[in-house]
């Protein structure tokens, strides 16, 4: 069973629309305005790769990259072929592996504000 943070986090990801990003340090915060708990980056980054495989394709995870807007799972190999392949089917356009934070970025405005 999920704790409350791993809830919220959940919930957040899951608010980030097709063709956008947001990143682990984002989702962090709202998480944690959501949660009333400081929550950091690395928490959100441990808490989706901990997520069961089960869970890991039910949550648009691929729209979480690092605070560079490189996609994080450079290196993973087809791990990271495939949310480079999600995040371009759903039209974020990529170069040397980054996108433009300008363009793509989701500021959960309609939540928070």
Same mark, same amino acid.
């Given at each position: 069973?999920?704790?409350?943070? =791993?809830?919220?986090?959940?919930? !957040? #990801? &899951?608010?980030?629309?097709?063709?956008?990003?947001?990143?682990? @340090?984002?989702?962090?915060?709202?998480?944690?305005?959501?949660?009333?708990?400081?929550?950091?980056?690395?928490?959100?980054?441990?808490?989706?790769?901990?997520?069961?495989?089960?869970?890991?394709? =039910?949550?648009?995870?691929?729209? !979480? #990259? &690092?605070?560079?807007?490189?996609?994080?799972?450079?290196?993973? @190999?087809?791990?990271?072929?495939?949310?480079?392949?999600?995040?371009?089917?759903?039209?974020?356009?990529?170069?040397?592996?980054?996108?433009?934070?300008?363009?793509?970025?989701?500021?959960?405005?309609?939540?928070?504000?």
């Amino acid at each position: 069973m999920a704790g409350p943070v =791993q809830s919220k986090m959940i919930e !957040v #990801v &899951n608010l980030i629309p097709p063709g956008q990003v947001a990143s682990y @340090g984002r989702v962090a915060q709202v998480v944690g305005i959501l949660s009333s708990r400081m929550i950091t980056a690395q928490v959100i980054w441990r808490l989706l790769s901990g997520l069961p495989e089960s869970a890991r394709d =039910q949550l648009p995870r691929w729209r !979480v #990259v &690092n605070k560079k807007w490189v996609v994080t799972s450079l290196k993973l @190999g087809e791990k990271w072929l495939r949310q480079i392949k999600l995040l371009k089917k759903e039209g974020v356009k990529i170069v040397e592996d980054q996108m433009d934070m300008k363009i793509y970025e989701y500021d959960f405005g309609d939540i928070l504000w």
